[in-house]
């Protein structure tokens, strides 16, 4: 007669992790002669990663906290080649493997980077198993959590030992049963909370925004080539030259603008629809936001001749600049719930009428290099200079007032001289000045064009400076 297990008030939390710690020590004993960290088939993890899971507030696939975990540890989203869904599994199965990388860490993020592994191992992180209390309501439960007592003995097993069941397939070596247990996880997942979980179009719309993972690559070659078109049109334009390599240039950079802007597009789509939300409140949608008004700026604005050839590498190189900034808040950063002071129409107006004015001053910024630096440039580009002004600072002032309406409604002030709020209407005042038609800055193209290049310098303490190094309320931090 097999012996059975007690009555779960009998048990406590704490006996069975130190079993499931046991196990994963000796498993991971035996596996660290390998020389390369093992982990899942991709295929076996990302099965693992169509699991839900209670992350920071919100229910998700398994992948996003996945994605997470390793974006922390190793600064992307990836590792080797490796799926995060692999590096988490890695972690999971063997430790022992995948223990030195901790050391790679840097030392700021070393004690955090350990206690996140720390928590992953305990079982306390991975809030897998949603399960009603005797009022109804529903909560969602890790492993070693203290579970209602509505919770019947075999749902009890199941919920404390699945992490040995996985083992025990892991060792055999059979990732066809492995996978049966993530789908009997997912099974209970859906019978439990089928009126609480996300749509399975939102679950795919993140599942497919969390593999879209571009790191700094793609942001550093929108410069790169950026920076070389522009060369070569400013080059061109100088010295009046056409060639086939002048029509490849444009057509490549018109080609790469398409992509870049409709991938952007998407990332911006499918965050709006895995979030519930239209992405605008955080520094790395803001920065995708700009990047989109830029493309379509780019391919949308109509030029004299000889200024023609500028329009699509300026585009490039500001929206590549975007990117690199972006990346400052993370590549493709994971789907959060929003504030709900966030959750207004305004907000998002206002965010999009601002990043769209910043995009056509830094339009203005690479017109004023490119007329300081070719004397033959100077016509053409001083006339949309002054076409791309007007609507730049209109849009500006326009944002600042809805942001002031949308701040009397959240909070009930207009105007709280935040240190974003004075510089952005610095900046209105500066970019005001070259609209007056008495002043000489607006009459000479020279002055025009070091204006609006030295002007730009507003911009960057409105946006840099005010949320790096100043502060405030609408700092993204």
Not at 5 to 23: A, G, N, R, Y
Not at 182 to 188: A, P, Q, R
Not at 407 to 418: E, K, P, Q, V
């Amino acid at each position: 007669m097999s012996p059975s297990l007690p009555p779960h008030s009998t048990l406590t939390p704490l006996s069975l992790p130190l079993i499931d710690s046991f196990i994963i020590f000796q498993f991971s004993i035996f596996n660290s002669a390998q020389a390369a960290p093992r982990t899942l088939p991709r295929e076996t993890a990302s099965k693992m990663g169509e699991m839900y899971t209670l992350y920071k507030g919100r229910i998700c696939p398994l992948q996003t906290f996945a994605k997470d975990f390793t974006t922390k540890l190793t600064g992307k989203a990836t590792y080797e080649g490796l799926s995060s869904e692999q590096v988490l599994s890695g972690f999971l199965f063997y430790y022992s493997d995948w223990a030195p990388i901790l050391d790679e860490v840097s030392p700021k993020r070393q004690k955090e980077s350990k206690a996140l592994v720390e928590m992953l191992l305990s079982g306390r992180s991975l809030k897998l198993f949603p399960v009603a209390d005797s009022t109804g309501t529903l909560g969602w439960y890790a492993q070693n959590d203290d579970l209602p007592m509505t919770v019947s003995d075999n749902e009890y097993i199941f919920i404390r030992k699945h992490l040995s069941y996985c083992q025990e397939q892991v060792v055999k070596g059979d990732y066809a049963s492995l996978e049966q247990v993530f789908g009997k996880i997912k099974l209970f997942q859906t019978k439990r909370a089928a009126d609480v979980l996300p749509s399975s179009m939102r679950i795919k719309a993140e599942r497919l925004y969390n593999a879209l993972t571009t790191g700094r690559w793609l942001a550093m070659l929108s410069i790169t080539l950026g920076l070389f078109f522009f060369a070569y049109s400013l080059y061109t334009t100088t010295h009046k030259r056409t060639s086939r390599f002048s029509l490849f240039t444009f057509h490549f950079s018109l080609i790469y603008l398409i992509l870049l802007t409709s991938f952007l597009l998407l990332i911006f789509i499918l965050r709006w629809i895995a979030g519930g939300h239209i992405p605008m409140a955080g520094g790395f949608d803001s920065m995708n936001l700009m990047a989109i008004a830029i493309g379509i700026l780019g391919l949308g604005a109509r030029t004299s001749s000889s200024a023609q050839g500028m329009r699509l590498p300026i585009a490039l190189l500001t929206m590549g600049f975007c990117l690199l900034v972006a990346m400052m808040s993370g590549s493709n950063p994971p789907v959060t719930n929003l504030m709900p002071v966030l959750s207004s129409p305004l907000l998002c107006l206002h965010v999009a009428v601002i990043m769209m004015s910043y995009a056509l001053f830094f339009f203005l910024m690479m017109l004023g290099i490119a007329g300081l630096i070719s004397s033959k440039f100077q016509d053409s580009g001083f006339k949309l200079g002054k076409r791309i002004l007007y609507p730049a600072v209109f849009l500006l002032a326009l944002g600042i007032i809805i942001g002031a309406l949308w701040a009397n409604i959240s909070w009930g002030n207009y105007w709280t001289w935040d240190p974003k709020e004075v510089w952005a209407l610095i900046t209105l005042i500066v970019y005001a000045f070259p609209l007056h038609p008495s002043l000489s800055v607006s009459r000479n193209p020279k002055r025009f064009f070091l204006y609006c290049t030295l002007a730009f310098l507003s911009v960057i303490i409105t946006y840099f400076g005010v949320n790096f190094l100043l502060g405030g309320m609408h700092a993204y931090n």
